[in-house]
C-alpha cells in the first residue's frame, strides 16, 4: 500500500471518529433526562453504597457501572449518560476492528461510521430540539447502550475464535484458543446481567463452531464459554440476592408481557403491541433513507458472495427481530438491541458490492451509502443544539411569569412520571378528582389527550387565561384570581381560595 492511500485510511478514520466522538459526548448533560433514567440512576446509586433492593425487575450489571461513575462525577445522570455513551462508542470500535480483516479497511469503516452517526432517537419528534426527545438513544442512561456493547463484543470474541489464523501446531489440540470462547461467554454474561433480552443470542454464540465445522470446538469452546458466563453470572446476581433476585425478574417481566404496557403507534393507544411495532419504531428513529440504506445493504450482504460472516450477523439479527417482535411489550427504544447487526450487514453488504462489477457496482455503493450524510448531517446539528427542555424548565417559566409557587399545575398530554420528577407535587395529571389549579398544562403524549371539560373552559373563557409556548409545551396561566376547580369529571372557574 502506498503512503498516500495509508494516508487517505487514516484521515478518513480520524474524521469519521472524531465526529463519532462528537455525537456520542457534545452537550450529553443537556438532554433533558427522561424518566427510566432517573430509576436506573438511582438505583446505580444505592447499588454502590450498599443498598442492593432496587430495580431488580432488571439484572444490575449496567447499574453497577452507572453507581461506579456516579462516585466519581457525582450523583446524578451525567456519569451514567458518560458510561452509556462510551459503550456505544465502543460498539462502534468493536465492529470496525472485528470487520477490518473479513471485509477490509473500508467496510469495516463504514459499520463504525453508520453506527456511530446515523440517528437512532426513540420518536419521529428527535429532530426538533424544543421537543426534548434525544436524537440518540445511546446518549441516555438506559440499559440498551451497555447490553448492546457487550452482546457485540462477545460475538467478535466467538468469531476470532473460529476465523483467527492459527498455526498448523494449534490444529493438534481441541482445547487450541479456548480463551476467545471463554471471552465470549463472559462478555455475553455481562451484557445479558445488564438487560436479559439478549440472553437469546447464546443461540448465535453457538452457532459460530457449527458454521465453521468445528465439531470438537463445539464442545471444548462450549465448555469454557458456559464456564465463564456461569462465573461472570453468579458474580453479577450474588451481591443482589442470587436466585431470589432471578425468580423476581423473571416472574415480574413475565407478569409485565401478559399484561402489556401502553404505548401509542401510529396514532392508536394499545396495551399490547402489535408484533410490527418495533418495525414502525425504527423508521421514525432512524428516518426512511437510513432504513432504506441498511435494508438495501443487508439485501446486498446476502445476494453478494454471502458467507459465515453473514450468517452469522444474520442469525443475531434474526433472532433479536424475532425475540422483540414475538413480545408484548414494545417500548421506543427497544430496537437499538438489533441495530447493530443491521449496521454490519450493511456495511458488510455494500463493501463486496462495490467489489463485484467496479466500477458501476463501486458508484452504485456509493451513491447509496452517501445518502446517509444528511441524516447524520441532522444528528450533528441535533446534537450540537442540544438543551434542557419542557417540564424541567416550566419552574423557572413559571417564575418568570410572575406565578407564586403555591400554584398547583394540571397536566393532560403526559404520565405523572413525565413530569412528577421536575416539579414534584406542584402537578397532577388531569386524570385527578379534587384539586385547585392555577396553571393547565398541555404536553404532547397522544396517550392522554386534553379532556372535553378542560378544551371547554379554553374555549369559552379565552380572556381568563395567559398563554404561553415552552419549547413542546402549551402552558395557560388562569387570570383575574381564579382556579381551575376539579371536582370529579367536571372542571370550572372560581375564585381562589384565601390564603
Known sequence: MTRARRTIRV???????????????????????????????????????????????????????????????????????LVAATASFGTGVVLF?????????????????????????????????????????????????????????????AWQWAARPRRAADRTTAWDGWWWMALAGALLALSVTSKVSTAVLVLAVVAVPLLFRRWSGLVTGGVAAAGAFAVVFVAAYVPVGGTRAIAYMLAFQGEHDTKGHEISVLGKTYMLAPWWTNF??????????????????????FVVRPDRLVALLGIALGILVVFYA?????????????????????????????????????????????????????????????????????DAALDAHGVPRTDKVLVSGASQ????VFIGHRGATQAVQYGDYGVLVAGIDPRFPMDDELRALLRDHPDRFEEFRL?????????????????????????????
Open 280 to 301: 414502525v419504531r425504527v423508521v421514525e428513529g432512524v428516518g426512511w433513507p437510513a432504513v432504506v440504506v441498511l435494508l438495501v445493504g443487508i439485501v446486498a450482504a
Open 326 to 394: 414475538t413480545a408484548n411489550v414494545a417500548l421506543p427504544h427497544y430496537y437499538q438491541a438489533w441495530m447493530p447487526w443491521a449496521v454490519a450487514l450493511a456495511a458488510v453488504g455494500y463493501a463486496r458490492l462495490a467489489r463485484s462489477r467496479p466500477p458501476v457496482t463501486t458508484v452504485v455503493a456509493l451513491v447509496l451509502v452517501a445518502v446517509t450524510i444528511v441524516p447524520a448531517a441532522v444528528v450533528v446539528r441535533t446534537v450540537a443544539e442540544t438543551r434542557t427542555t419542557g417540564y424541567a424548565r416550566l
Open 417 to 420: 412520571q413525565a413530569f412528577a
Open 471 to 499: 419549547d413542546a409545551l402549551r402552558v395557560w396561566v388562569v387570570q383575574d384570581g381564579l382556579t381551575i376547580q376539579r371536582r370529579g369529571d367536571t372542571a370550572t372557574l372560581a375564585p381562589a381560595a384565601a390564603g
Open 97 to 157: 476492528a472485528w470487520l477490518r480483516r473479513p471485509v477490509g479497511h473500508w467496510g469495516a469503516l463504514l459499520a463504525a461510521g453508520l453506527w456511530w452517526l446515523t440517528p437512532r432517537g426513540d420518536s419521529p419528534t428527535w429532530t426538533d430540539v424544543a421537543s426534548g426527545t434525544a436524537a440518540r438513544i445511546d446518549r441516555l442512561a438506559l440499559l440498551e447502550p451497555v447490553m448492546t456493547f457487550f452482546a457485540v463484543a462477545a460475538l467478535a470474541a
Open 11 to 81: 484521515v478518513a478514520l480520524a474524521a469519521i471518529a472524531l465526529a463519532g466522538l462528537f455525537v456520542a459526548y457534545w452537550h450529553i448533560g443537556r438532554q433533558s433526562p427522561y424518566v427510566d433514567e432517573f430509576t436506573y440512576t438511582r438505583a446505580g446509586w444505592a447499588y454502590v453504597h450498599g443498598v442492593l433492593t432496587d430495580n431488580l425487575q432488571h439484572p444490575p450489571t449496567a447499574k453497577y457501572l452507572f453507581g461506579l461513575a456516579q462516585l466519581v462525577v457525582g450523583e446524578g445522570v451525567l456519569g451514567p449518560r
